[in-house]
């Protein structure tokens, strides 16, 4: 593995997680019987639970299963990927959007094999435009990750867990209260998506 790959692993990689990325990983696959599970949102009940680590790891044990693997930033106020993955992109995920950028332009890989990253720009895209986005990466990538802000915050996370394959809920020990999580599980119930599982 290169130098700069090695950095950058340091940087978000835990390593006391890794087996348990993998672990997650084939749970996923497991989910994947009946229906198949390629693109995932990353979600939690508020700030600060770990969704971000949650969300690069799991990318990570994918990427190293051979997998081509697409972690797409989708927290417009509180971006983070970018520079956790050292790559600073002219374009993101509004610019494919709205044309002033191909998708194949603003999708770069990352100092890792296997994964690639979509950057997100301050801007909310329309519902409609991000549906057929999935779609265009569903059939693109073996995986697809969105790592988006807590369902109670903003409704980001409830409307594009309708759009996508499965929904993982991350979980902070002796932090997040019951009565928040229910809740928010059941928003996104309501929002008809499907949810895979907690992630603690």
């Known amino acids: 593995m290169a130098k700069k790959s090695k950095e950058i ?11 348990a990325s993998k ?19 990353v979600t939690s009940s ?10 690069t790891n799991l990318a990570n044990a994918i990427a190293t299963a051979g997998k081509k693997v697409l972690i797409v930033e989708t927290d417009m106020r509180r971006r983070s990927l970018g520079k956790l993955l050292d790559i600073h992109p002219t374009s993101g995920l509004y610019a494919a959007l709205s044309g002033s950028a191909s998708l194949n332009d603003a999708i770069l890989p990352t100092h890792i094999p296997n994964l690639y990253f979509l950057d997100a720009e301050p801007n909310i895209p329309s519902t ?8 265009k990466l569903r059939d693109s990538f073996d995986y697809v990750i969105f790592d988006t802000p807590p369902v109670s915050l903003f409704v980001d996370a409830a409307i594009l867990s ?8 991350v979980i902070r020990q002796n932090q997040t209260k019951r009565s928040l999580v ?10 008809d ?3 895979l599982g907690t992630v603690m």
């Open 193 to 195: 998506a499907r949810i």
């Open 23 to 41: 672990t997650l990983l084939a749970n996923i696959r497991f989910a994947s019987v009946d229906e198949k599970v390629k693109t995932i949102v």
């Open 46 to 55: 508020e700030q600060n639970e770990g969704k971000t680590i949650v969300s």
């Open 128 to 135: 409609k435009r991000f549906a057929s986005l999935v779609d």
């Open 9 to 19: 692993l340091a940087r978000f990689e835990h390593p006391q997680l890794s087996n």
């Open 162 to 169: 309708s759009l996508v394959d499965g929904t993982l809920l």
């Open 182 to 191: 229910a809740k928010c599980a059941q928003q996104l119930r309501v929002a």
